[in-house]
């Protein structure tokens, strides 16, 4: 059985001006345990709670971001699945944006640093491909979401 867990990838607008991906960054958060990855904010179910209120407790307690904070964007889930120690993990991911992009990120302990990021220094950091991936396919529902605009 594989370990499961829940997150958002988190993204703010700069200026309603530029079409994305040039006005978008994304929240990454650095753990302070391990090699300090750099994710979005994600964590494991408690028992008998769904997905999606997982995510949004996850996202509260790693970056002090409310569910009020943000505006979960419709028609965006990806799965990741990945080993971690030898164990199978799922990952899944919605997309929300930051409702006001002054709002302050509160770390929890289990991270050490945050980071705004654009796409491709968002890549960077984050490093694995799947990620990489999804943050890239974040950004192109964006893009297809504001040519239907």
């Not at 700069?14 to 958060?29: K, Q, R």
């Not at 709002?103 to 491909?129: F, G, I, P």
Request: net charge negative; proline share 5%; with cysteine.
């Amino acid at each position: 059985m594989a370990l499961r867990a829940c997150g958002f990838i988190v993204f703010r607008r700069l200026a309603s001006c530029v079409a994305p991906p040039d006005n978008i960054e994304f929240l990454l958060l650095q753990t302070s345990y391990g090699q300090h990855h750099w994710t979005p904010p994600k964590g494991h179910a408690d028992p008998g709670e769904d997905d999606l209120t997982t995510a949004l407790r996850e996202t509260k307690e790693e970056a002090g971001l409310s569910a009020e904070d943000l505006q979960v964007i419709d028609g965006f889930l990806k799965e990741l699945r990945y080993e971690v120690k030898g164990q199978p993990k799922e990952v899944l991911y919605w997309l929300a944006e930051l409702r006001d992009p002054g709002t302050e990120v509160t770390l929890s302990d289990e991270h050490q640093n945050y980071r705004w990021a654009r796409l491709e220094d968002a890549c960077t950091l984050a490093q694995h491909k799947d990620m990489q991936d999804t943050l890239r396919a974040a950004c192109r529902h964006l893009e297809a979401r504001q040519e239907k605009q």
